[in-house]
């Protein structure tokens, strides 16, 4: 049976690779537009982090799509079964640094506006 490529993006946890890497992007921008004038940086130096991200992206995706975490390391996706892919078990734990990381990002984003953003994790 054929899978749609929707389908497997999503099993392979394409997706929220994404996600994680636009929201660690972004959370790192802030923090490099904060900084930049504190250690007189040039001013290009946040454009070319931008610039060096967005050309990461695409390998970072493929790095989603090709290989998989396990028990033992860092796999390619094609010499695990697919009854052995811990891919859901591995996608909660990117559940977990999405959430951490936009958090971060909405915070250090709120405090550029000069406001204060109080986050409570607590463990379940």
Do not use: C
Request: charged share 20%.
């Amino acid at each position: 049976m054929k899978r749609s490529l929707f389908a497997e993006l999503r099993r392979r946890n394409v997706f929220r690779a994404a996600i994680l890497y636009v929201g660690a992007v972004w959370a790192l921008a802030q923090g490099i537009a904060q900084l930049t004038p504190v250690v007189d940086a040039p001013e290009w130096t946040a454009r070319w982090f931008l610039v060096s991200a967005a050309v990461g992206f695409p390998f970072w995706i493929a790095f989603a799509w090709f290989f998989e975490f396990t028990p033992e390391g860092l796999k390619r996706e094609r010499d695990i079964a697919p009854g052995e892919s811990i891919t859901r078990h591995t996608g909660r734990k990117l559940d977990v640094a999405i959430i951490i990381v936009l958090a971060v990002a909405f915070d250090t984003f709120a405090k550029s506006r000069g406001r204060t953003v109080s986050i409570t994790i607590q463990p379940s």
